[in-house]
Structure formats: structure tokens, C-alpha cells
């Protein structure tokens, strides 16, 4: 027994010296003990030429699953650096799913020379599984599976399993279709074992399943096997025919990399299809600079609200002092809302129906926070030596801010949601963008009327 | 076959019709040929009076699973109008881990009460779950569990299996266990079914497995399992003896939990710990005000910089008009790189190593975008008939402001995470906060050497 994710400094360190000393042996016994999945991160920690020289020394099944486990950018290190004949080999040893998604990530000339290398039938199969549109469930699934027939007994069926290659998984539950391939149940693994041997599948069957298409967005494939606790869902063509099946794994990564994603997009960019480090310097630009383009020219109102009022600001200079702060806290109690919602109506909490249940209870938090904030503003504004009359317009404009920001945090989402619009553009920088220009211009027709300007 | 998530709007409406005509019989057998997690989502959809009428029509073994799926606030609901009896009675009908996660999320009384009226055996159970502090494995496992020994043979163990509750869920693994009850290893379903009927366990057993102890953290096993791809992981106690398997099922949920945690907290609010509707609108205020009022203070700071300025803003009114516009962009700057950078700081792409190539990258990055944005300025500037110097400083202004906000976008989140503090508190809030104070600054010295102030 061991302890995962504890060992990798110390076997970093072990790795090396024996790197430095060219020890293959001592180097292949102690990483023979390691799970792939461990020897991909250790990789991940290394140089390039280092990552290249070990993964060279590893056997090839280990050497499959570390490449299957890799990020993009050690990913992209080692077939690199490794011959291409080597790279075909890894490549017919792991499952077609992940040689596919490999392939899909090395650029298509390379891929191309690889696919040509490997054995005629996985070549097919995994040109198959790429033919594919990018991000479907037919991309993400293994097709090779095991298919039983409704006929077959149980002691046949387990005769089958004992021949069926032991590279082809066996979950939790067997699918059964009709001579056309077409799914028409599932048997679960668990019956088929205490079953007596003369039953027959169709006795065992379980009929009602639920599939995904091989064109269904893997976003909704993850959403699926949430909502009904899979450990995999059967995957079939338009005519039913059981293509294959997707597992929780594929999932979790597709899981995390979505969530990846929707934290670039509050952030106030376009999402990354790599990894940060492999995404170069030019993408990186090209992935911002839209977002701070339109976000600078919607700004460009605040310049001219602030033209507008220039009379009142060179009457009362300090009434702009006080500008970075006002609009700031408005855009922090925005953003903090907007953050909450945006995952309510990404996870169904709240939907647009529930839409005067939630602003009635954000009138009343904005209210609570906007006072809190009010009265802070005017003990610090009145600490400050400023005008009475200035602190008053100080901590009113506080408290209307954020009770403005806040409801106009809870409504673009749910909007966005309505109209079928990705709730997470409405990014935190959206948010104060549209805050800063509306917030001047409360403040300023606040002052206006408090100070008599 | 049917394809999922697509029936709830129809279903809910021919629901309704059946509840509004009292037709139980025609309600049930709507019901009937629906998942439970559908269900659990329809009530959802329903006012509290409908979900609970429409839940105390449902069998036993169904309603169980539909309180398992409901999320908090119809769970509540459901538990609330519905007699104690059939709760507990509910509650014996689920896995015991599911039981604990209900018992745990309703009023610490009520959970005693319902306990007191649960079989023995089972309130004894659960009452063993509850006991492992909250968010840990020992909370999330399923105690329940085959264990097998080392010296049954294939046909023995096939016949246990046949007497196992067929509540028992049977994944992909058993689990052999020493007559102290440690845990010596796992026996694949798979192996199990193609061996002879006299091999006996110990010639099947995979020594080699990664465990995860009572008391490691949730997010600690979520990690785990998606790491090495697992569908459940055993969970030992100190001395290795195996006390339960927690499976994906419960980890996809964890994960969909933090990932929910954490935009929130990117948002700038503490993390609620409840869904949205059923936390109270006190908690909600009390999880925002603190990050409000923490940078509130800190936004002070941007008066009395304005402040110390305050000749150069009198002599030069326009200055001021340009200062929302500036602060704004490199606060925009700052979340955009600030959300890649705490996710790739996450998921572990970035490492503190890492940080010369980041920060050379990012000096590049910030200076495209700077460059980018000061045209832009200075052409607005122009357009708008400012001082061409004025319109210098604001392109210069920008310039800086966008690769120093780029900078701490980058930096924050590293540095956090080599001081083992969680990333996410560098949420959008923070680093516009601190992008407005310094950025005022550069701005207004620039000005003064600029416009000769």
C-alpha cells in the first residue's frame, strides 16, 4: 500500500541522480514501482532533454500510459522527441479514445506520417474516432467494447469474456445488442455473475438505457453522466447502433477542463484550447485583446460622463478624489454577485423563473451591504476633513452603487441565460466596466443635487 | 432508449395537469417510467407544497433515490413536509453515505430525531459516519462493502456473492481483506469471472493499491481519483483496515462543489457553503461584507493618492476625466491573467519554477497589449481635442498600467501558492483594488514629468 502524491519531490530528486549517473538499471527498477499517472507528473517537472531520455528508457506499455497521462506540453516534448516508429508502437498500445485525442493535439502533418505507421486495423479505428467533430462524445469514446447477443447463455457469455483481449475494459455493466449491432439493453456485471449458467442475456437485460449520440457535445455527455451517477454511457450512431461508450475519466477530464475555461472567460478573456504554457505569447494577445478592446471602448464613456460634469469637479476638485473608490467598491459588490450567479445558473439553481424570488433578496442584501458601505464612506470622508455636505454625497452614492451593481449582477446572468448566452460573459471585468460608467453618473447627479453645484 | 434531459418541460406540464385533477393513478404512471434524478429535477422546478404532495405519492424505493438526488433546497422542502416516519424509513432504503450526507444537511435536532426512529443497525451506521469530520473521506465513503478473504476459492466467493444485498453496489473491483480486517489488495471483476472455480483469491489479487484514509480531505480523494482514473478508492483507517470505497459518483459532486467554491471565491466573497436559494439572506451579506470592507480600506488609499495630486488635478481638470478609463483597463488586464494564471496554478501546469518563463512571457504579453491599448488612447485622446500632451501621458499611462497590472496578474497567484495559501483569494476584486491605488500613482507622476505639472 502506498500513499499517493506524496512521493514525487523526493523521487525527483532519485530520478535525477540516477539520470546524472546514466544508471539506466538503478533508473528502470525504481521507476517500475511508479504509476504511470506519477511518472507523467515527474516528467512534467523535468527539462525537455530530460523527459525525452527517460521516457526513451521506459517499456513500452509503461511508456504508453505515461504519454496517455501527459499534458499538453510534456505531451508535445516527447513525441517530439521520440522516433516516430516508437510513438506508432505507444500508440497502438493505449486505447483508440486517447490515441485519437493525442493525435488530435500534434500537428496534422506529423499525425498524418503517424496514423500511416501504425497497424491497418487501429489506423482505421482511430481515423474513424477523428472523423469525428472535435469535443463530441465520438471523439471521446472507446469504441472497442465488448457486444453480447441477447441469445447467448451464460456460460457462453462468460466463455467470450475469458477470449476477449485484457486491454479491452469490463465495467460495471455489459451491452447487448441485436445482429444489426443496434443497443438493446445493458446486463449488469454483477447478475451476469451469480446468474446460473443455461440463463440467457435476454433474461438478464436490463431494457431501458440511457444514451448519448456520437455527435452529442462532450459538455453534455459530462452533464449526463453527472445527473445519473454513470461509470459509463453507451454511445450509438443515428440509427441506434451501439458505437461505443464513454467513461467517467474521459469525464473528469472534460469536467475540468470546461471549468478551466469558464474561470478564463470571468476572468475576461476568450478560453485557452491549451495549456497556458503551450499556448505562445502571440495566442495569448489574440485570446485578450478583443475583450480589452470592447471593455476600453465602453470605458470611454466614463471619460466623457466625467466631460460632462466637469463644471461640478472644478467647483469641488475633491469631489473626484473620491471617484477610484466609489467606482471600485461598486465594481467588487457587482462582481461578487455576478460570481454567485453565474454558477447558480450554471448548475440550475436558479433559473429564470425564480427571477423575482432572487431580486427581492438581492434588493435586500444590496441594501444591508450598501449600508455597510455607506457608513464606512462617511466616517472616512468626515475623518478626512472633507465637506459635510461632500461625506453625505459620498456615502449615498455608496449605498445606491451597490445596490445597483448588485442588481445588475444577479439580472445579466440570468438574462444571458435566458437568451441562451453563455452566463459566463458576463465576466467580472464586464461587470465593473458597465458599473464605472453608470457609477459616475449617480454620484455625480447625487453631488450635483446635495452640493447645490 | 430515450434520450435524457430533454423530457422536463413536457413532463413537467403533464404533471402538473394530473396533480391539478388529483389523478394519483395517472401521476404514478408518469412517474413510474422516469429516472429518479429526473424526478428529483421536475420537483425542483415545483412550489414547495407541489414537490412535497407529489413526493408522498411515490413508492418507497423511488422516493429514496429522488431525496438522494434533490439538491438542498428541495431536499429541505421534501424533509420538512414530510412525517418522520417515512424519512426514516427513506433514509434505510439508501446507501448509508447518502443517508449521513442528508442527515448532515438538515437541523442537527430533527437529524437526532430521525436517527432515533431508524433500525438499530442502521442509525448505528450511520452514526459512525457522522462521526468523521465534515468534508472527509470517512464522510463521503460507502461503508458497505464485499470483503473477501485470501483464501476463498473462485466458486466460494461466486456464492457469496449470490447472498449479497442487492443494495451492495458491485463496481469493477473487490476488495481482500486480512481476518484483522486490513486491506491486502483487489481482485478485478474481471479476473474473478474468467478464472477457474478452485483458484483461490491470493492467486488473484493485485497487491499493489492506492489508498486514501478516513480522515484525508474530499477534494484531497477527488484528486486521487481523477489522477489515476479511479472508479472508487478504498479507505482505510490508521491501522489499514478498510472501512469503506468512496466512488466517482460522490467525487463528480465534490468536484462540481469546489469548482463553485472557488468562482465565488475568484468573485471576491467567501464561499457559501449551501446553494443559493437556501442560504439566508443575513448569511449571504455576512459572506460578502468582509472582502467588501477589507477592500474598501484598501481603496482609500486611491483618495488620498488623488488627494496628494490635488495641484496637478486643479491646474490640469482633464486629468481627472481619464482616470475611471485608466484603472479600469489595467484592472481588466490584471483578472484576465489573474484567472489563467490561478488555474493553471491549480492544476498544477504552473509551478513555482516555472516563474522566470512565466514572467518573461507575460513582460512580453503586457507589452502587446499595453502597446495596443495606449494607441488606443492616444487616439481617443486626440479625437476628444485634449492637450496632445495629455494624450501622451494617457497612451504612456496605459502602456505601464496594462504590463504592470500584467505583472501582478502573474505574480499574486504564484506567490500565494509557494506560501500554501489557495490562489483564488487573488479573486478580480483584489486585483483591481490593487491595479487602481498603483496605478493612480504611475498615472499622475507620469503626468507631472510629462505635462510639467
Known sequence: MRTPLTTTPELRQQVLNRVYALDVAGLRSLLD????????????????????????????PVAAEVLDEARTDTLLDLVEGTPDERI?????????DDAAEI???????????????????????VGQLLAYPPESAGRL???????????????HTLDVLREVDPEIELLAYLYVVDPAGKLEGVVPLRRLITARPERVMSDLTLPSVVTVQTGTDQEEVARVMAQYDFFAVPVTDEAGVLAGIVTH?????????????DVQRFGGSAPLENSYLSTPVGKMVRKRVGWLFLLFFTA????????????EINQVVALSF??????????????????????????GEVRFSDIWTVLSRELATGLLLGLAMGAAGFVFAQIGGYDPLLAITVALALLVLVVWANLMGVLLPIFADRLNVDPTVISGPVMSTLVDATGLLI???????????
Open 33 to 60: 514501482d511508479q504509476h504511470p499517472a506519477d511518472i507523467a507528473d515527474l516528467l512534467e517537472s523535468l527539462d525537455e532533454q530530460q523527459r525525452v531520455w527517460i521516457f526513451s528508457q521506459l517499456q513500452l
Open 88 to 96: 506508432a508502437d505507444l500508440l497502438e498500445e493505449m486505447p483508440m
Open 103 to 125: 493525435l488530435s493535439e500534434i500537428k496534422p502533418a506529423r499525425a498524418d506520417e503517424l496514423i500511416a505507421l501504425m497497424e491497418p486495423e487501429e489506423a482505421a479505428e
Open 141 to 155: 469514446m472507446n469504441a472497442d467494447i465488448v457486444r453480447l447477443q441477447s441469445t447467448w447463455t451464460v456460460a
Open 249 to 261: 475519466d474521459d469525464v473528469i477530464d472534460v469536467l475540468a477542463d470546461e471549468f478551466t475555461e
Open 300 to 311: 470611454q464613456l466614463t471619460t466623457t460622463i466625467m466631460q460632462l460634469f466637469a463644471d
Open 322 to 347: 473620491f471617484v477610484p473608490l466609489l467606482i471600485g467598491t461598486g465594481g467588487n459588490a457587482g462582481s461578487q454577485m455576478t460570481a454567485t450567479m453565474i454558477r447558480a445558473v450554471a448548475v
Open 443 to 453: 454620484y455625480f447627479t447625487l453631488a450635483g443635487i446635495i452640493l447645490g453645484l
